[in-house]
Nanobody, 115 residues
Framework: QVQLVESGGGLVQPGGSLRLSCAAS????????MGWYRQAPGKQRELVAG???????NYADSVKGRFTISRDNAKNTVLLQMNSLKPDDTAVYYC?????????WGQGTQVTVSS
């Protein structure tokens, strides 16, 4: 079973930037499309960015042009560069593979955008 560990969250002012990192154990990481998800209080978890095993990317409309997803298959990591952050980006951010069945969810990393 793959284990996922997210890090890099924190408190940032509107307009600021953060870089999230997801470390995955296991040898099957590089074959999977990976995604960054977020869950805000009282809302369902949503997929905000995805990246294929070959590096193709797609984004939710709400983050397009502000977030960039990337991956390093040699290091089993997925990154999310978040720029021009808004209060609506406040949520717990998770990584997981895009297609079901998904791996067990990690603890996530809290991102809070507030002045």
């Amino acid at each position: 079973q793959v284990q996922l560990v997210e890090s890099g969250g924190g408190l940032v002012q509107p307009g600021g930037s953060l870089r999230l990192s997801c470390a995955a154990s296991g040898s099957s990481f590089s074959y999977n499309a990976m995604g960054w998800y977020r869950q805000a209080p009282g809302k369902q978890r949503e997929l905000v960015a995805g990246i294929t095993s070959g590096g193709g990317t797609n984004y939710a409309d709400s983050v397009k042009g502000r977030f960039t997803i990337s991956r390093d298959n040699a290091k089993n990591t997925v990154l999310l560069q978040m720029n021009s952050l808004k209060p609506d980006d406040t949520a717990v951010y998770y990584c997981n593979r895009v297609y079901s069945p998904q791996w067990a969810w990690g603890q996530g990393t809290q991102v809070t955008v507030s002045s």
